[in-house]
């Protein structure tokens, strides 16, 4: 049997020049092709969990967890991320925060919110805010961008069921 080279991503092959010389616009279109995609398969894993969530009863497996530790971990997966829109993390806490949680779903949860925080601020500020605050009514974590913002017109639409604000697709 013979074997066939690994390469580092199939979405890469053209722009690595594997068939020959790819014209410059083609690369650029080829790019928000890929982006698009990302898009799309964004948006089936949400209605996918959505319809997964709405069929059956969430259980949630609750143990004791370390918040700064989670918060912390998240951060280091989004670092290929981070790194590709030239952004950073600064992360603080003002003490160390154990919570009964189900850390799958919060970790689900925060990886959404940075991702959001990278689309729609890495073109105007490349800092990202987490700020983990205790306080005897209950534990915040705040996850502050400086980008656009969302309008007014905007703010009363985004808790809705797979509502996505007209910014995304100006970017």
Not at 18 to 37: A, T, W, Y
Not at 104 to 118: D, G, P, T, W
Request: with cysteine.
């Amino acid at each position: 049997t013979g074997s066939i080279p690994v390469r580092s991503s199939k979405k890469h092959l053209l722009k690595n020049k594997n068939f020959g010389e790819v014209n410059p616009k083609i690369l650029e279109v080829f790019d928000l092709l890929i982006q698009s995609n990302s898009d799309v398969l964004s948006l089936t894993e949400i209605l996918l969990e959505t319809y997964k969530l709405e069929q059956t009863k969430l259980v949630l497996n609750k143990t004791n967890t370390n918040i700064n530790q989670l918060v912390q971990d998240v951060c280091d997966e989004m670092v290929g991320v981070l790194i590709a829109n030239s952004m950073k993390i600064n992360f603080e806490s003002n003490e160390e925060v154990f919570l009964n949680i189900d850390a799958f779903q919060i970790k689900r949860v925060l990886r959404n919110l940075i991702k959001n925080s990278i689309d729609y601020s890495s073109e105007v500020s490349k800092n990202i805010e987490i700020l983990i605050n205790n306080q005897q009514i209950g534990c915040y974590i705040t996850i502050r961008d400086f980008g656009y913002g969302v309008s007014n017109q905007e703010q009363d639409l985004i808790f809705q069921k797979f509502y996505s604000g007209k910014h995304k697709f100006r970017k």
